[in-house]
């Protein structure tokens, strides 16, 4: 898969995109990642890419041009741009149902955003989806940007090895994961459960069944609720 990342701080994204799964990603021709700066589509010698909002206020508004070059410039024109997602906290939440989607795209363009917002036409003309990586904010798309990456990266084919799928059978299912132990199987008075040392297979999936049941229930009432009214019809 190919992404293309358009943002101001291109340093920004040297330890993540450099580091463990998406190093390894890169490097074995899996991923094709590649940064760009906003900055290389300003259109003045002083690089401006912001200015001042129409109807005052206060803050800086990133201005449409630079994306749309950016757009061209990387694709020939903007019918031929790849799915185009803007970080932005207004978008819709990022959930492993989008990853999945995503990761399904031969090509994604990611636009970061930063200051106090995008001119609205790079939103309407641009954005093909609009994300955000949950209710709280930060101070610019970058961040977001290496979660949507790294989630996206894990489920490409060969990236995980045979291992583990990475389409997680919890998440997917609309549960969080079963609880795991290793070795000591006693410690500070803490034991692993006796099925799990059983050597009985079947137990030891039903085991890890209800208890990614219960944990769902208690840690996160409303993903329960979800699974119960959808696939856990009749379990719950
Ligand atoms: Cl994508 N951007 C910003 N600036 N803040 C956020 C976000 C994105 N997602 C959550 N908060």
């Not at 060969?158 to 389409?167: C, D, F, K, R």
Request: charged letters at 25%.
């Amino acid at each position: 898969m190919r992404i293309d990342v358009v943002s101001l701080f291109v340093d920004f994204f040297r330890g993540p995109f450099d580091a463990s799964l998406l190093g390894r990603a890169r490097t074995e021709g899996l991923l094709d990642l590649r940064v760009h700066d906003l900055r290389d589509w300003a259109r003045d010698r002083h690089r401006t890419v912001d200015d001042q909002p129409y109807g005052g206020g206060a803050g800086m508004v990133l201005k449409p041009e630079p994306f749309f070059d950016a757009v061209e410039q990387l694709y020939g024109s903007v019918e031929a741009r790849p799915r185009t997602v803007l970080l932005t906290p207004r978008g819709r939440t990022l959930t492993q149902q989008l990853v999945e989607q995503l990761a399904a795209e031969p090509q994604l363009l990611l636009l970061c955003g930063r200051y106090e917002g995008i001119d609205e036409r790079v939103h309407r003309a641009l954005a093909t989806d609009e994300v955000s990586v949950g209710d709280y904010v930060l101070a610019g798309g970058e961040a977001a940007a290496c979660i949507l990456v790294e989630a996206v990266t894990r489920l490409l084919p060969g990236v995980m090895g045979n291992a583990t799928s990475g389409v997680d059978e919890s998440f997917a299912a609309g549960l969080l994961e079963y609880p795991h132990y290793t070795r000591p199987a006693s410690y500070r008075g803490m034991d692993v459960p006796a099925v799990l040392t059983s050597g009985d297979h079947a137990a030891v999936a039903a085991w890890r069944r209800e208890q990614a049941v219960a944990t769902t229930r208690q840690l996160r009432p409303d993903l329960f609720e979800a699974w119960r009214r959808s696939d856990g019809e009749g379990a719950g």
